[in-house]
């Protein structure tokens, strides 16, 4: 456990995207601030209640919004961001559909719903269309009134269905 002063700083070890980063952070830094300081400036700010999403990293295997976790709380956490997905500039099939279903426009809550997406496909790999709309619940865009992102989804559990189909 890290006790600290509230007028001090803890140093804590984050792994981010397969890299190790120590920072020194007071114990009411915000994880979204952490992140976006660190460089991983696709982790967004939206709101400051919670709700739209727009921060939303991996961690630890979960979907979490970034701006509802203290930095000191993520200590020793694996994360990822969507800066973690594509392989040697290759995109992530997640991506590639959110592009070719044209899932964005401003791409403000882009990163989060990415992210939101990639833990929804490795929670239900065949969701309905209710599901996904249920899954993406905690992601808010102002743009594209969901539809496209919702057709992007599907055929990105179908790219990943076919990528597993083909590993076998
Ligand atoms: S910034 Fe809106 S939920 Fe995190
Ligand atoms: S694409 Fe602009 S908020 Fe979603």
New binding site residues.
């Given amino acids: 456990m890290i006790i600290v002063d509230k007028d001090q700083k803890a140093k804590i070890t984050l792994r981010i995207n397969g890299e190790t980063h120590e920072v020194e952070v007071e114990p009411r830094r915000l994880l979204?601030h952490v992140l976006r300081e660190l460089g991983y400036t696709s982790v967004?700010?939206?709101?400051d209640t919670?709700?739209?999403?727009?921060?939303t990293v991996i961690m630890n295997g979960r979907s979490v919004?970034?701006?509802?976790v203290l930095g000191i709380e993520a200590n020793g956490s694996e994360i990822t961001t969507v800066e973690g997905l594509s392989k040697d500039g290759k995109l992530h099939p997640i991506q590639e559909a959110f592009w070719e279903n044209h899932a964005l426009q401003c791409g403000y809550c882009t990163p989060g719903m990415i992210m939101e997406s990639y833990w929804l496909l490795k929670e239900k790999p065949n969701p309905t269309e209710e599901e996904i709309r249920e899954g993406i619940s905690g992601n808010l865009c102002r743009c594209t009134g969901y539809q496209n992102i919702i057709k992007a989804i599907k055929d990105a559990a179908a790219r990943l269905n076919q990528q597993a189909y083909q590993r076998l």
Avoid: D, F, L, M
């Fill in positions: 979204v967004h700010v939206g709101c919670s709700n739209c999403g727009a921060c919004k970034s701006c509802t």
